[in-house]
């Protein structure tokens, strides 16, 4: 699952240990994490870097395309950073401060999240859609993995469902920056996943 975070605007010192920039209010960011779903794929062989390209997007911003046919179940990338928990990531300046609700936390079933502005690779940059041609899957070591859900042609963009997952309460404005724009058919309107009855 994708966190989704609004991070506060800070320095980018690269390299260094990152701080929080001055606290302006707002000690909580709220959001939300991406959700792995429950793909049963084979495990990883990622032996080829090319199933995939980066370039920018209709969707939104950046975005994530087949290099070449994929196959159903195909894993293609996993999602790489640094694993954390929920609240030191939360507490990390914003890496893009133009997309300040563009989250790259993906949370684990531990509860512990991938923060992929750590050592990310391009599998962040991958955009959400409510009919995506991905999901995502966590192994048994805590690596997350994004793999083909149907046949992809050679040249698609490469989608998932963020499945959103948030700690807290939102805000109104935080819910319209999580306002899904994919423009599939039956799009939810959100990129937040459904609130789960406990
Ligand atoms: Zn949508």
Redesign the pocket.
């Known amino acids: 699952m994708l966190v989704a975070v609004d991070r506060k605007q800070g320095g980018t010192s690269k390299g260094g240990k990152r701080r929080p920039g001055p606290s302006s209010g707002a000690a909580k960011r709220g959001g939300a994490r991406k959700a792995a779903g429950s793909a049963k794929v084979k495990p990883a062989r990622l032996t080829r870097s090319s199933y995939y390209v980066v370039r920018d997007s209709a969707i939104h911003g950046r975005g994530v395309f087949a290099a070449r046919p994929i196959r159903n179940k195909q894993t293609i990338i996993e999602y790489r950073g640094e694993r954390t928990t929920w609240d030191e990531a939360n507490t990390r300046p914003l890496s893009d401060p133009d997309n300040p609700h563009h989250t790259f936390l993906f949370g684990l079933d531990d509860g512990r999240v991938i923060d992929a502005d750590v050592g990310g690779n391009a599998a962040r940059w991958i955009n959400?859609?409510?009919r995506p041609n991905c999901e995502t899957y966590e192994d048994e070591d805590d690596r997350v993995f994004i793999a083909a859900r149907r046949a992809i042609a050679r040249g698609e963009e490469l989608t998932y469902d963020y499945q959103l997952d948030w700690q807290g309460r939102l805000s109104k404005k935080e819910r319209e920056a999580y306002v899904?724009?994919?423009?599939?058919r039956g799009?939810?309107?959100t990129?937040l996943a459904k609130k789960k009855k406990r």
Do not use: E, L, T
């Open positions: 959400h859609s409510c899904c724009r994919c423009g599939a799009c939810r309107g990129m």
